[in-house]
Structures are given as structure tokens and as C-alpha cells.
């Protein structure tokens, strides 16, 4: 009976998927970069829309 194959936590999965990381450094950065902008933006916005909230709260108080 032949063993079930399992995706994503083969050996030979994550050997290549290090290989193309390590084999593109550009790619890398570029999606670093880009989670970093994610992330800030996601950061941004919430304190946006916190500092409304707090804003309007503030001002229904007076």
C-alpha cells in the first residue's frame, strides 16, 4: 500500500521553495517590501480611524 503524499510538508517541497527563495534575492526584497507596506498601511489606517473614533467620542461629550 503505497504512503499517502503530503503537500506542503514534503522534504522535497520545502528544499525547493528555500532553493527559489535563496536562488532570488529580488524577489525576496521586493516581497519583503511589500508585507512591510502592507503592514504599515493595515498600522495607518487603524490609527486613522482610532484617532475618528476618539475624535467624534470627544466631541459628543462637549
Excluded: C, I, K, W
Amino acid at each position: 500500500m503505497p504512503a499517502e503524499p503530503t503537500h506542503m510538508t514534503d522534504p522535497l517541497v520545502v528544499d525547493g521553495l528555500v532553493d527559489f527563495l535563496a536562488g532570488n534575492p529580488v524577489f525576496v526584497g521586493l516581497l519583503v517590501a511589500l508585507l512591510l507596506f502592507v503592514f504599515f498601511g493595515y498600522l495607518l489606517v487603524r490609527r486613522t480611524l482610532l484617532g475618528l473614533s476618539e475624535g467624534y467620542d470627544e466631541a459628543r461629550r462637549r
